[in-house]
């Protein structure tokens, strides 16, 4: 069945490569938008209710004494009380800062960690009390994991592991080839693993994840590492594997917002265990449509002055990136209305910085982020922290 | 796409499991010089000492089916009993547990594709053995000693099978478990001398413990099946602690215990391991 959605895909990417607008972003934006559900009434594919994680982790003590010193035990809050709905046929998206429990929520669905409370439904089975039968219908790929032993070649892995799913010879021989064309590593199938670059391993476990076929398939950040011609080419695959199995269903977790406004029909927003907004992104983007994002260019401030910059009137959020030498900043500025831009001239005048540039920008979804979340996923650093 | 359920899936689950070991064989010559060339020359040391001592000539051939034996003993401490842990620190774990197949299906694949590759060098220390030091076997019960060699293995790896699962959670420390375990097995199993010397000097809980270890009584009823008496004079080469037949019976109930407790133990670790969530944090 894969191998002939591979193949199908292979046929239209041939189309596309004659169609120049097939790469546009705003052709990609709206074959998500036809692509998610008509009106979400359609079987469900992942369902959580209250789900709930929470960790005891060591912490060491501050000293009182030689008594004092020691170990401590504390309770760290991973999930708190998750309530989600995703549908079958939908590609949906988990955006977080690290910590936010992106992939504590996965590792309970994909059966690898019991929840401390509530429950969560993969396919209508219960993670926990059906977990072999979830089992066998979900798959998952992690970007940046190195699955596969070095002394076999990659279609040996690719076979070995498609075996745990009890995939026949004929099918897994067949769907491995096809697969590898598409993730362009066909001349490397007889390859031992061991000689592969980080971006070649990375490929061929995301053929590790599609080759069992499965009806749910969590991708946790599966372009991580990649380069662009690589991370497109996964993209590009997600979204044709969806679309000619309209009864297949994705979630991923991604750090590339444009990743996750491009690929994504509904996008959750997660932090601190919490669902904090969960809509399509054109949706999402609304919840800035009264509240302007200006960006504007400043020479002579530091870190101390940006946050005191959020205490200006008006001012919902402000983030700044520094430009290179940290002699200059970026500032985006998440406003009440458009009046309050003269509030935050007036502030920075009063600083004596030097404004080289001011842009109004249209709402994106790391605006969207920021203002949920309170500070940008480039702040949150680029790696999950193992949760 | 079909997929396999049941048995088939275990079967196919195992098969795929074993794959890489008995490709490994083949394709990694390093591990000829560590599994063969290394136990030979601490079976050739003995076989030195013996002769300088003027030992009993059968003494070498027993030296020589030790170094047979602990190959195997070797592959099951590294490769099978630290596996899942290692398995575990390269994150290959949570894909054997993602999967709907066994994990006793992949920890059978591990054991029958160590076995094959231990078979391949035992069979080169047990010619080099054979050639460079004239040991000659002479059993007159061919069959019987195939019995309880593969009874042997089964307790062996059903041991390798069990110390799986369990250094799974012992986690970190599973390296220096094993090295804790290389030496003392050795010494405790009789690998190079007579197992019933050893019986005779030492207290009995460790006697105890020498005979759950199923090299101990695999290798004596070996012994016993392929050195037999001298036919012309009747005099034993070596006295047993227990007639094979025994042995065989011991070592089959064991290797029965040991499939079991992995069974057992292998659940309850892996639903200890969700719920402390060990089982996929690596740096725990």
Avoid at chain 1, 25 to 44: E, H, K, M, V, Y
Avoid at chain 2, 128 to 139: E, K, P, R, S
Wanted: hydrophobic letters at 45%; aromatic letters at 10%; charged letters at 20%.
């Amino acid at each position: 069945m894969c191998a002939r959605v591979v193949e199908q895909w292979k046929m239209d990417k041939a189309e596309e490569a004659e169609d120049t607008d097939a790469e546009s972003p705003d052709r990609a934006a709206n074959w998500s938008l036809q692509s998610a559900p008509a009106n979400n009434t359609g079987p469900l594919a992942i369902k959580t209710e209250q789900l709930s994680r929470t960790y005891k982790v060591k912490s060491q003590k501050k000293d009182k004494g030689d008594k004092g010193k020691g170990e401590d035990k504390k309770t760290l809050v991973a999930l708190n009380g998750v309530d989600l709905e995703v549908y079958q046929g939908e590609l949906f998206g988990l955006l977080g800062p690290n910590g936010a429990g992106k992939t504590t929520l996965i590792k309970i669905l994909t059966t690898l960690l019991a929840p401390t409370g509530g429950v969560a439904y993969v396919d209508g089975l219960d993670v926990v009390k059906n977990a072999n039968e979830v089992r066998r219908r979900i798959n998952m790929v992690s970007g940046g994991e190195t699955s596969g032993y070095g002394i076999l070649t990659v279609r040996e892995n690719l076979w070995m592991f498609s075996q745990f799913y009890g995939v026949t010879w004929k099918d897994a021989y067949k769907t491995i080839d096809e697969m590898l064309k598409v993730v362009e590593l066909e001349d490397k199938a007889n390859i031992r693993i061991s000689s592969l670059s980080t971006g070649q391993r990375q490929r061929m476990n995301f053929c590790r994840g599609f080759i069992t076929d499965p009806k749910v398939i969590f991708l946790d950040e599966p372009t991580l590492g990649l380069d662009v011609n690589a991370a497109r080419i996964v993209r590009d695959f997600t979204r044709d594997w969806m679309q000619r199995q309209p009864d297949r269903t994705v979630l991923l977790t991604t750090h590339y917002m444009a990743e996750a406004d491009e690929l994504c029909d509904r996008i959750a927003i997660i932090d601190h265990g919490k669902v904090l907004a969960c809509d399509t992104p054109t949706n999402l983007k609304k919840l800035l449509q009264k509240q302007p994002v200006f960006e504007i260019g400043v020479a002579g401030i530091n870190d101390r002055n940006i946050e005191g910059l959020s205490q200006t009137p008006g001012v919902v959020r402000v983030t700044g990136e520094a430009a290179q030498g940290g002699s200059s900043y970026t500032l985006k500025f998440i406003l009440e209305d458009e009046s309050a831009i003269a509030s935050v001239i007036n502030a920075l005048t009063a600083l004596n910085a030097s404004i080289t540039s001011l842009n109004k920008n249209e709402p994106t979804l790391e605006d969207v982020f920021i203002k949920l979340v309170g500070r940008s996923l480039a702040d949150s650093g680029t790696m999950d922290d193992g949760r | 796409m079909h997929k396999s359920t049941g048995l088939q899936l275990f079967l196919r689950a195992a098969f795929a499991r074993a794959y890489p070991r008995v490709r490994g064989a083949n394709r990694e010559k390093s591990w000829v010089f560590f599994e063969v060339v290394i136990p030979f020359i601490n079976t050739a040391a003995f076989v030195f000492l013996y002769r300088a001592l003027h030992a009993p000539e059968a003494y070498v051939g027993f030296v020589v089916l030790g170094g047979v034996m602990s190959t195997y003993w070797l592959n099951v401490l590294w490769m099978m009993a630290s596996q899942l842990y290692w398995d575990k620190q390269e994150g290959f774990l949570e894909l054997y547990i993602m999967a709907p197949s066994s994990l006793m299906a992949i920890l059978l694949g591990m054991g029958v594709g160590g076995l094959y590759m231990s078979t391949l060098r035992a069979t080169a220390v047990a010619l080099a053995g054979t050639v460079l030091f004239g040991v000659q076997f002479a059993a007159s019960q061919w069959a019987v000693a195939l019995l309880a060699f593969a009874v042997t293995m089964f307790a062996l790896y059903g041991l390798g099978m069990m110390l799986s699962s369990v250094f799974l959670m012992w986690g970190r420390e599973a390296w220096q478990v094993s090295l804790a375990f290389q030496e003392p097995v050795f010494f405790l199993s009789g690998m190079n001398f007579p197992l019933n010397k050893l019986f005779n000097s030492i207290p009995g809980p460790l006697v105890l413990v020498s005979a759950i270890v199923p090299v101990s009584l695999g290798l004596d009823a070996l012994r016993q099946l392929l050195f037999p008496p001298d036919p012309s004079t009747g005099v034993p080469q070596i006295t047993g602690v227990l007639p094979p037949t025994i042995e065989m019976m011991i070592l089959s109930g064991l290797g029965v215990i040991f499939v079991a407790s992995a069974y057992l133990l292998l659940k309850r670790m892996e639903w200890l391991a969700k719920v402390e969530a060990r089982l996929s944090l690596r740096w725990q």
